[in-house]
Structures are given as structure tokens and as C-alpha cells.
């Protein structure tokens, strides 16, 4: 299977997870999705073959791009779901001690366990080298207490990789622990928001951590996490295209269909001229996604942090106009629950907050831009 190709998956995951797609209903981890994108081989590339994968342990961002985009066409519940099943492991499978890493990657790689990362902080939010949550030394490991919020698919995870204090300010106090759900003194709970895929809370009561689970040496969580994400921050662009591409091909249909004035509402000036912009938008915030993993494949770290940011804040922007016009052009039947573009139009705002909101994308660009001027 081709997974480099969004229209490749997209016909995978029409013909085989279609039947998971729910509009309208309440936010869930959905474990059968998972397993099934497990049994179609969609997370095995990512890891390596001691682990249950098919790869090298190695990630192309073009290829985790693909997938979004082509999984984003068809249930954008999938595209976060994989994502976040990967993202959510994929620290541990790198920086791990053996132990830890044979106990949970398999399970992940395989759809038996879910992932997910704690990082966000009720009082931080894009400032993740300020995060406070203290992380204190104990006989034969660690004890975290404090809260994360902002989880997707929290508290229904089985596996958590949560970053926390360990020492000093700033991002070389930092570090990485993985953090069963069976651990004792950890409880969490779901947030009721517009967003439709599981978020939640977790709350960390002296919950101890075996050194066996410390994540990459002590300190050092900081930057192996930055290392990582940087693959999947252009993924986040491509979940946008993707779910935008959904949202402009439910709109040229409807549009072909409705008629106002005696007349397909496509043929009036004001929609097709609506739809053209559409799909400008959409192409334009295509090329930027894949010339963004395309930097990251290419190791061209003095482009990556630029492009990345461009793709995410363009893609995720361009997504909403997108939908938002979907919206328009669908009139009042596009406000009603359980209507795809309604759904889409919850789906596609939380991306331009997760992993960077637009405002840290300008500033992340604004700092490439400085300091290449001043380079000269």
C-alpha cells in the first residue's frame, strides 16, 4: 500500500472505515476505528519491526501528511486518531529504555492501547518551556503531582507520555515520563467542548514513575519532544487541507443540486465565484503543507521551523475560510447538527489553537525572517 498518496488512503479508508464515521454524536475514543487502522497497516510504517512496525523507526513527514489528508477526507475523527496514536508514542520509541519500550509500543502499534501526550498546563498554554508541573525524586523512580489539560482522548488513554519539572526554569529542566493509566493517584476526566474529538483533563496525585519509564536522560525532555514534533506540525496543515477538501466537494455537489431563482445556485456569479476562491485557497495551503514536510525530510533545518509554521497558520486558516464558506453556500441546512459541514466547522477551528496557535506560527516565522536579515 501506497501511503504517500492522500487519494490512496482516501480510498482505503472509504471502502474499509467509512462504516466508523459518526456525525453529530458525542466525543469518544474510539477504540474499533483504532484497531482497524492498526489491521490496515496505516501505524506499522512509522515503527520499527522489533516493535510490531514495518519501518525503520524513522518518520517522513510527507508520508504522515499523506495519511492525514487522505484519512481527514473521509472522518476526520481517523486523521486525529492516527496522529495522536502515533504522536503519542512515538517520544518513547526513540528516547526509551527497553523495558518501557517493548511493554507499550507494541500495544500501540498494534491498536490494543491507546496514546497520548500531556503537555498543556492550566495555566500555559504555547509557552511549554514555563510548564511547572514538578516531577520530584523518589526512592526507585519519580513522583509527579499536578494537573494537564488539553488532552486528546484524555482520560480514556491507556498510555500517557507527560512532560513535567524536574528541575530549575526553562526547557532543560524538563522531562519525559511514560505513565500507564493504571497508575495509582492519577484520575482524570473529559472537557465539554465545541471541538468533536475526546479532550479531557489529568490530574497527577503523587503518582509514581519508575526510573524504568523515564523517557531520554533527565532534563532532556524538552528537546527530544520539540525533535519530534517537528515532524507532525505540518500534519496538522494537511488535517486541514484534507477536511477543507471534504467541505469544498460537499459544496460544489450541493451547489450543482440546489436551485434558487429557477436556477442551480452554482450558476449564480456570487457562489461559483465563492467556489474558485475555495479552491484556490485550498491548493495554495496544499503546496505549503508538502513543501513544509518536505524540509523536515530533507533535514533542512534552517527552512523547517519557517516552513512548518507557515503551513500550519496558512492551512489551518485557509481550512476555516473553507468551511466557512461551505457553511454560506449550504445556508441554514448547514447549521444543523449532524450536517458535515457543521460537524467541519467544529472540527477545523481547534486547529488553529493545538499545537501552536496562528499568533506563535507568526512569531516562530517573524524570528526566521529577523534573523536571516540580520545573517546578511
Not at 492519577?186 to 509514581?208: C, Q, S, Y
Not at 496538522?236 to 477538501?245: D, M, R
Amino acid at each position: 500500500m501506497n501511503f504517500s498518496e492522500p487519494d490512496a488512503v482516501e480510498a482505503l479508508a472509504r471502502d474499509a472505515l467509512s462504516k466508523h464515521v459518526v456525525i453529530g454524536g458525542p466525543a469518544r475514543v474510539n477504540r474499533d476505528l483504532i484497531r482497524d487502522m492498526a489491521g490496515l497497516g496505516l501505524f506499522a510504517p512509522f515503527f520499527s519491526k522489533g516493535v510490531g512496525g514495518t519501518g525503520d523507526g524513522s518518520i517522513s513527514a510527507t508520508v504522515l501528511c499523506a495519511v492525514r489528508e487522505g484519512l481527514a477526507r473521509v472522518s476526520t475523527e481517523a486523521s486525529t486518531a492516527f496522529a495522536t496514536q502515533i504522536g503519542g508514542i512515538f517520544v518513547a520509541l526513540r528516547h526509551a529504555l527497553p523495558e518501557a519500550r517493548q511493554e507499550w509500543v507494541p500495544k500501540v502499534v498494534s491498536g490494543e492501547a491507546v496514546s497520548a501526550v500531556c503537555l498543556t498546563e492550566p495555566e500555559l498554554g504555547s509557552d511549554l518551556a514555563s510548564m511547572a508541573m514538578p516531577a520530584e525524586k523518589a526512592d526507585g523512580g519519580w513522583s509527579l503531582s499536578g494537573t494537564k489539560t488539553w488532552i486528546m482522548k484524555a482520560p480514556d488513554a491507556d498510555i500517557y507520555t507527560v512532560f513535567a519539572r524536574t528541575s530549575g526554569s526553562g526547557a532543560k529542566g524538563i522531562t519525559a515520563f511514560l505513565v500507564p493509566r493504571s497508575s495509582p493517584g492519577l484520575t482524570g476526566e473529559a472537557i465539554d467542548a465545541l471541538w468533536p474529538d475526546r479532550v479531557g483533563n489529568m490530574h497527577f496525585d503523587k503518582v509514581f514513575v519508575p526510573d524504568s519509564h523515564v523517557i531520554g536522560p533527565v532534563g532532556e525532555g524538552f528537546k527530544i519532544g520539540m525533535g519530534i514534533f517537528d515532524a507532525f506540525r505540518p500534519s496538522v496543515g494537511a488535517h486541514s487541507v484534507g477536511l477543507a477538501e471534504a467541505a469544498l466537494r460537499a459544496s460544489v455537489a450541493y451547489a450543482k443540486e440546489r436551485k434558487a431563482f429557477g436556477q442551480p445556485i452554482g450558476g449564480f456569479q456570487a457562489v461559483s465565484h465563492l467556489l474558485a476562491e475555495m479552491a484556490t485557497q485550498l491548493q495554495a495551503a496544499r503546496l505549503l503543507v508538502y513543501d513544509a514536510a518536505r524540509a523536515y525530510d530533507e533535514a533542512d533545518r534552517r527552512r523547517l521551523g519557517p516552513a512548518s509554521s507557515m503551513a500550519k497558520l496558512f492551512a489551518s486558516q485557509a481550512g476555516q475560510f473553507v468551511v466557512d464558506a461551505a457553511v454560506q453556500i449550504h445556508g441554514a441546512a448547514g447549521l444543523q447538527r449532524g450536517h458535515l459541514v457543521e460537524h467541519l466547522y467544529r472540527e477545523v477551528r481547534p486547529a488553529r489553537i493545538y499545537e501552536g496557535t496562528d499568533q506563535i506560527q507568526r512569531e516562530i516565522i517573524a524570528r526566521g525572517l529577523l534573523a536571516e536579515r540580520r545573517g546578511n
